[in-house]
Structures are given as structure tokens and as C-alpha cells.
């Protein structure tokens, strides 16, 4: 079992920036491919970001390139997400997600273990 935990959100006026951290106890963080999801209200959960077990490889959606950057600290067990300009349509829950095997890393379905979430609002 992986326990994920979010932190970071809050409340940020449209150019602003956030970052978000997702951590873990588990020792075997290093091995887990990691991913940044959201859900704006009455919306379906999204992929937003994903970073390979290493770190060397990452992948965003279209909508956030050049604005989010995804990383990882496998010696601390964290993973980060560096929101940059951020827009009121950012708005949502931001999940992070773990998955040993990843095959699709955009799709929600992929991924094993979720947190609890951290919410992200965007003043216009």
C-alpha cells in the first residue's frame, strides 16, 4: 500500500504561481511512477502532469506545458509540481497519483494509489 499525501494548495490571483508536493513514507518511492491529475467542479478528473520512476522523463498535458513543471526528490520521498501563470480555468482539486507499471500515463486508470487531494483556486 502507498500512502499519498498533497500539499501546497491555496488561493492565488490569475499570473500567479503555486507549488504543489505529493509525499510518501513508502521506501520504495523511487520505484513508483508518479502523476499530477485534477477536477474542477462538475468536470472529469484530467491528467495534468506525469514524471517516470527515475525522473528523467515527463509528460504534461497541452494545456499546461511551458507552465507546470513536474519533479521528483526520490532520496525525500516528494514530488513537486511548479505551477507558473496560473489561469482561473487551473481552477480544480489537484490529485497526485503512484503506479509500480505505468502503461498510459495520461489516463486516471493507470495509476494504483491516489491522495486525498489539495484544492487550487485562481482569482481572475
Known amino acids: 500500500q502507498v500512502q499519498l499525501v498533497e500539499s501546497g494548495g491555496g488561493l492565488v490571483q490569475a499570473g500567479g504561481s503555486l507549488r504543489l508536493s505529493c509525499a510518501t513514507s513508502?521506501?520504495?518511492?523511487?520505484?513508483?511512477?508518479m502523476g499530477w491529475f485534477r477536477q474542477a467542479p462538475g468536470k472529469e478528473r484530467e491528467f495534468v502532469a506525469a514524471?517516470?520512476?527515475?525522473?528523467?522523463?515527463?509528460f504534461y498535458a497541452d494545456s499546461v506545458k511551458g507552465r507546470f513543471t513536474i519533479s521528483r526528490d526520490n532520496a525525500k520521498n516528494l514530488m513537486y509540481l511548479q505551477m507558473n501563470s496560473l489561469k482561473p480555468e487551473d481552477t480544480a482539486v489537484y490529485y497526485c497519483?503512484?503506479?509500480?507499471?505505468?502503461?498510459?500515463?495520461?489516463?486516471?486508470?493507470?495509476?494504483?494509489?491516489w491522495g486525498q487531494g489539495t484544492q487550487v483556486t485562481v482569482s481572475s
Open positions: 513508502r521506501r520504495t518511492f523511487s520505484s513508483y511512477n
Open positions: 497519483a503512484a503506479t509500480y507499471l505505468l502503461s498510459d500515463y495520461a489516463k486516471s486508470m493507470s495509476y494504483n494509489y
Open positions: 514524471i517516470r520512476w527515475s525522473g528523467g522523463i515527463a
